[in-house]
């Protein structure tokens, strides 16, 4: 039986085009689906949009769109960011989907309201339509959100209340006992110190005539269900009979909607904890939050146009630490594009292909040598290092491992000469040197499997001749 895997990234937001944070998200995800499918497991990996809410609507009255078309259009410029990052989702909800995801969001309400969590309440609060949730002033700066520099709506509505409050002390107890697990610790941390002050039960629903898109409450027509109540309920529409999630991956801005509400819902429903979520932070530009009135939001197409889809790939995990934030720049491009790929991975390869083909190399047979003995030391050190930064979430430092595989063999190569050989005289020689070589570049493109799976399909092809045989026996 092959173990269930069930990761998930969060939704997107359809107020605008996808930028380079979604698909930080979205390559993560996808590596660790990747991971794991190919360790063995019966892996469902799942993303998609979350379409309704103010935020969606007011973006599309500003298009003089309505907001399903509006919605719809920018839900399609995820999908297809999903297929350009060669992401291996196994399927994309959208929140608007009136079969998959509608019936299950009532029944949640359903299910929340028969356990006593629901009830109508006299409210009076600040919703910031960015956050798409009610603050309080201590998130404000300035009479201002602080993350969206936004002045809040003063709403007083009558509105329907889930009550949060009746599960802060188990919500607090599984994330200290590690039952969801918060990666990382820092962010564990922060929501152990927010839940210490005491969790305040959550506005549920809208009225209708102050927001009509969206999902109306069952039983009563004139309330909007909270938009985020709708969302993460995706997670159970979207994938049906896989709950729990073994990982969820979210950003740093929405961790008390996954951490402290979400856990609250599952109780409530007598559902599952997810096990994982793991928290990544955001990408800066040169320094720069990245927003729209900076202008200086980056389109991970033109990006994936310019350089191709495992060239973004490799960056934003090799350059963007995993769970900080980190700074993206043309120039810091170009720089990991030119010495690691075209110079470091690209040259070798090129160099080992080239050199067989040139000395015959062909279907070695290959004698385990001292020097065979230390590729082989070398290569099961890389294994080591790069699973055990998998297991830790350290993307960054898998790829490190692989790259000091590829100095190891750039190393080698300079001190054998393999160039110089006489394929006449030396086959004892080419044997061993180019049997070596050829072993840890094939070694290298398994590695590189998760990460950058169409350059690894490409090395991995180059190994074998016309008559697709490989150019060396995968060792043992
Ligand atoms: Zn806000």
Known sequence: ??????????????????HLGFALELIQADVLARYHRISGDDVFFLTGTD??????????????????????????RFRKLAETLNASNDSFIRTTDKKR??????????????RGDIYKKEYKGLYCVGCEAF???????????????KEPEKVEEENYFFRLSRYSKEIEKSIKKNKIKIIPESRKNEMLSFIRQGLKD???????????????????????IYCWADALTNYLSGAPGRWPADIQCIGKDIQKFHCLIWPGMLFSLGLELPKIIFVHGFITIGGQKMSKSLGNIIDPFNLVEKYGTDSVRYFLLREIPPT????????????????????????????????????????LKRKITAQNLKFKRATNKTWKN????????????????????????????????????????????????????????????ELLKPFMPGTSAKILKQLKTKENQPLFPRLK
């Open 1 to 18: 039986m092959k173990k269930k895997f069930y990761i998930t990234t969060s939704i997107a937001y359809t107020n605008m085009l996808p």
């Open 51 to 76: 379409e309704h809410g103010k935020k969606v609507a007011e973006a599309a009255r500003k298009e003089n769109k309505s907001p399903l078309e509006f919605s719809s259009q920018i839900a399609a």
């Open 101 to 114: 995801h509608w019936p299950v969001v009532k029944r949640v309400w359903a299910g929340l309201r028969r």
């Open 135 to 149: 603050i309080t002033e201590k998130d404000l700066k300035e009479g201002k959100c602080a993350i969206h520099y």
């Open 202 to 224: 959550v506005s549920f629903s809208r009225p209708r005539k102050n927001l009509k898109w969206g999902i109306s409450v069952p039983n009563d027509d004139n309330q909007t």
């Open 324 to 363: 900080e934030d980190g700074d993206f720049t043309y120039e810091k491009f170009e720089a990991r594009y030119n010495s690691d790929l075209a110079k470091g991975l690209g040259n070798l390869t090129a160099r080992v292909v080239t050199l067989a083909k040139k000395l015959k190399a062909q279907g």
């Open 386 to 445: 790069y699973h055990k930064a998998l297991r830790e979430f350290k993307f960054n430092e898998a790829l490190i491992a692989i790259w000091e595989l590829i100095s190891f063999c750039d190393r080698y190569i300079e001190k054998e000469r393999p160039w110089s050989f006489d394929s006449a005289q030396d086959k004892e020689k080419i044997n061993e040197v180019i049997g070596n070589l050829l072993f840890a570049v094939n070694e290298i493109a």
